[in-house]
């Protein structure tokens, strides 16, 4: 599988951005997928998770209620759609997915087989 993520971009604070990650090789609905981030001198963190074993949706605490993950089954696509972002949000976000069985909250908390490229998002004051 392959994982192709964009979208990232600068922003105010306040602001929104959707970011996409193109899943090739079997359709996304096949795989557990997930946004991750890594902001500078931090560990990397699960952001949003989509569990394939349960089929739950993992938020980190920090983006409840702003950030919605999201997929399209049509165009074999997985957006995060970012709203109300914060400066701390500033990081590069990587998609990823793994063909096990699992839920949302494993994945974000040990992370998956497969990764993509980052996108960088900086939230300016």
């Known amino acids: 599988v392959q994982l192709q993520a964009s979208g990232g971009g600068l922003v105010q604070a306040g602001g929104s951005l959707r970011l996409s990650c193109a899943v090739s090789g079997r359709t996304s609905r096949s795989y557990a997928t997930g946004w991750f981030r890594q902001a500078p001198g931090k560990e990397r963190e699960g952001v949003s998770c989509?569990?394939?074993?349960?089929?739950?949706?993992y938020y980190t605490d920090s983006v409840k209620g702003r950030f919605t993950i999201s997929i399209d089954d049509a165009k074999n696509t997985v957006y995060l759609q970012m709203n109300n972002l914060k400066i701390e949000d500033t990081a590069v976000y990587y998609c990823?997915?793994?063909?096990?069985?699992?839920?949302?909250?494993?994945?974000?908390?040990?992370?998956?087989?497969?990764w993509g490229k980052g996108t960088l998002v900086t939230v300016s004051s």
């Open positions: 989509l569990g394939n074993g349960d089929g739950s949706t």
């Open positions: 990823a997915a793994d063909r096990s069985q699992g839920s949302g909250r494993h994945y974000c908390k040990y992370g998956m087989d497969y």
